[in-house]
């Protein structure tokens, strides 16, 4: 068995019918691995390296410092540690074995021994243990899991840790509500209104901005603590993570 931490799961009833389809490949109904854990196994390719892309093309560079928020089986980690220099990737995962397995089944320890990550596996959304602050944030499918409790005490967090010219990158499912209170819950995806995701970036000192990035089913939004930071309209054509020749990401042509 697993060692899955304070994870309330529940199964498909997804108020948001339109997910169903999508969330049917997570494979829940009996323990999913590494893989499936964090989103449909046949998705775990694309998803990682879509998320690799985004950040290249917001400029990541070898020597920035960079926070995966929620890492999971590093499903992007992968790649920004083959890219990053050494001590430059950090993660925040509290089931440890998603990370063991990543190690075990992608990466090896190799890349771990060469690039020395650091990992927190606290579930509190705290980033004490981090004595370094970030270029990037990364929270992708993390505030698509979460009540507004958490999504202000993460943003909060967040922005305490982000470097001046900093940029935080977080993926939404928006809806016509609110998730209420302190709940995770998993793998079902809840929603918040978009005017509520800029409230919270303002309670949290930080000014956001939806992008285009193509994400199946979630929206991307940035934030930072400068407005200059931040992707303006003119810059949306080159943000907007086209999948060529691959009819399974169609919507992205
Ligand atoms: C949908 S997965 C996304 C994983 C990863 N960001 C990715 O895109 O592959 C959500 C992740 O959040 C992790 N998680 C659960 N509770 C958490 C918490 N309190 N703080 C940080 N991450 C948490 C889960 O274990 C899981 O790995």
Redesign the pocket.
């Known amino acids: 068995m697993h060692d899955i931490l304070n ?1 309330n799961i529940v199964l498909f009833q997804s108020e948001i019918e339109s997910n169903m389809e999508d969330f049917k490949y997570f494979g829940f109904n009996e323990e999913p691995d590494y893989t499936g ?3 449909p196994s046949g998705e775990y390719d694309f ?2 390296a879509s ?1 690799f892309r985004l950040f290249c093309t917001l400029g990541l560079r070898a020597t920035h410092k960079l926070l ?6 590093l ?2 980690g992968r790649f920004f540690l083959i890219y990053l220099n050494e001590g430059c990737y950090c993660g ?4 440890k074995w ?1 990370i063991e397995d990543a190690i075990k089944y992608q990466i090896g320890q190799d890349i771990i021994r060469i690039k020395k990550p650091f990992f927190s596996y606290n ?3 705290s980033l004490d243990e981090f004595d370094t602050s970030f270029d990037f944030i990364l929270a ?3 505030f698509t ?1 979460t009540g507004i409790n958490l999504l202000n005490t993460g943003l909060k967090n967040f922005s305490k840790y982000l470097n001046p010219d900093g940029i935080i990158l977080a993926t939404f499912l928006e809806g016509e509500s609110d998730t209420e209170g302190d709940v ?1 819950e998993y793998p079902k995806a809840v929603p918040f209104r978009p005017s509520t995701i800029m409230q919270i970036a303002q309670d949290a000192d930080l000014v956001a901005t939806k992008i285009p990035w193509y994400r199946p089913r979630q929206t991307w939004y940035a934030f930072a603590k400068n407005k200059d930071r931040l992707p303006t309209p003119s810059m949306f054509p080159y943000l907007k993570g086209t999948v060529l020749f691959d009819p399974e990401h169609r919507a992205s042509w």
């Open positions: 994870l854990y964090v989103g998803m990682g998320q995966d928020f929620g890492c999971g089986s499903r992007a925040v995962e509290p089931n998603l579930n509190k959304f992708q499918s993390i899991h995770w």
